[in-house]
């Protein structure tokens, strides 16, 4: 392992301000890194990118989350996630900067300090890796999808187009936004996404109640057996922890913000989640609850399609989740890239360049737009991933690196609420990816390729 592996993070006590013990080639190669690379974002910067890469569009397939956990369960795990996902949110922003001097600007530097040099990364970064990449890919069906409806609603008659080129259509958009290079570039972006996701959450929800009570809903389960029941409640349970996932960039989010001894990138920083988590709630909790409550059990996996008049609201909508959803890949791409990118560049030794950027993103965007065609089953995609790798990242990592770094004392209130925390994580782990892989088991039987 030469000095420019990505474990040379403890030979140097002083990451942020102070660059002694830097060389002016690490120097000239963290200026050029996509998250490292620009400090001078606002505070309401670290709230818009939040709402982004938080409110997914898996807040469209809450009301069906809802219909399969039931009215009890359903509301306890809501505010439940919400609570826990606040919390571990907090210890990340704390954990930022808590070895004075030097900032952890990506997710396995923490965990690297954590766990040790090599476990950390090994924890740390296939997961991230898993949601990230797992993200994009989703997005990019559910860009297709959407664009797709808005075809479909805007002109019913037309002769109908694959999704496989409603994807193509919406990865083009990605083949130039790639190539901003850092955060604090798609600022514009993201705002235009926070926006939007507010603006589609909330036309969900008002149509759903403008459309009112359907006769004869039900609020059971709606699966006759009790097996089905069963593997629904887990699927559900992965889709509520896909809502929640924002965590995966939070760090990334953070290096961003400008930090001085006297005033910690924590306060702004803070400041920003707390807003994004309010807005979080305003998208989150109307929607799954009035969703729910209009249309019962009988609601679609995307409560969009539920509604389908009046046209012009619905196609509105899905521009809307669109934008959201250009803005939500870039997020979660940034720190693919620069993961991609710091290996290239010191591993591999490749002069930090603007061909090396343009080749290596380009790349990313192509293949996570191959994988979204080949296997578009959304719903069941969700849950799957989302309990491997979001229950992990969002739920209890940070609960574990908080217990492993700070130690608090045994059965005192912050050891309590870590283990709570850590256990919730660990059932959702085990229990979502079930339901998720007997969700795709099912869409599969019925998938023809490339159709």
């Not at 910690?264 to 920003?272: A, C, D, E, F, L």
């Not at 969700?382 to 209890?396: E, I």
């Not at 998720?436 to 998938?447: F, P, T, V």
Request: proline share 4%.
């Amino acid at each position: 392992m030469g000095t420019q592996g990505p474990t040379e993070l403890n030979s140097h006590t002083n990451g942020s301000g102070s660059v002694d013990g830097k060389t002016e080639r690490e120097k000239a190669i963290e200026a050029w890194l996509p998250i490292t690379s620009s400090r001078n974002a606002k505070w309401w910067y670290s709230a818009f990118h939040n709402v982004t890469a938080m409110v997914g569009a898996g807040v469209l397939s809450l009301p069906y989350a809802m219909s399969e956990l039931g009215w009890g369960p359903g509301v306890t795990v809501l505010v439940l996630s919400w609570i826990i996902t606040l919390y571990t949110l907090w210890q990340m922003v704390e954990m930022h900067e808590m070895v004075p001097g030097k900032r952890f600007d990506r997710y396995h530097e923490l965990g690297q300090y954590a766990f040790g040099e090599k476990l950390g990364l090994y924890i740390v970064v296939p997961q991230q890796l898993i949601v990230e990449v797992g993200v994009n890919i989703v997005y990019m069906v559910t860009g297709g999808k959407s664009l797709q409806k808005f075809h479909n609603t805007v002109c019913s008659d037309c002769k109908k187009i694959k999704l496989t080129f409603f994807i193509m259509i919406f990865a083009s958009v990605h083949f130039v936004l790639s190539h901003l290079p850092n955060f604090n570039s798609i600022s514009g972006v993201s705002l235009a996404a926070a926006v939007m996701s507010l603006s589609y959450s909330t036309i969900a929800w008002a149509a759903s109640a403008h459309k009112g009570v359907q006769e004869n809903v039900e609020y059971g389960y709606k699966s006759s057996s009790r097996v089905g029941t069963v593997f629904g409640f887990f699927n559900a349970l992965g889709d509520v922890a896909f809502a929640y996932a924002g965590h995966n960039v939070v760090l990334e989010i953070q290096a961003t913000i400008p930090s001085t001894p006297e005033k910690p990138s924590k306060g702004p920083m803070w400041r920003g989640v707390v807003v994004a988590y309010i807005v979080v709630a305003l998208c989150y909790f109307p929607v799954a609850l009035v969703g729910y409550w209009m249309f019962g059990n009988g609601v679609a996996d995307n409560i969009l399609i539920s509604l389908e008049k009046p046209k012009w609201l619905i196609a509105m909508a899905n521009m809307f989740v669109v934008v959201h959803v250009i803005g939500s890949y870039q997020i979660y791409a940034m720190p693919v890239f620069d993961m991609i990118e710091t290996v290239m560049v010191k591993k591999l030794n490749f002069k930090p360049s603007r061909i090396l950027r343009f080749i290596v993103r380009n790349v990313y965007v192509a293949f996570t737009m191959f994988i979204a065609i080949t296997f578009p089953f959304f719903g069941g995609l969700l849950g799957f991933f989302g309990g491997f790798a979001f229950a992990p990242t969002t739920y209890f990592l940070p609960c574990i690196m908080w217990l492993a770094i700070y130690k608090p004392k045994k059965f005192g209130l912050s050891w309590w609420a870590n283990w709570i925390c850590i256990v919730l994580g660990l059932c959702l782990m085990i229990l979502s990816p079930i339901g998720g892989l007997r969700q795709i088991i099912l869409d599969a039987k019925s998938y023809k390729f490339y159709s």
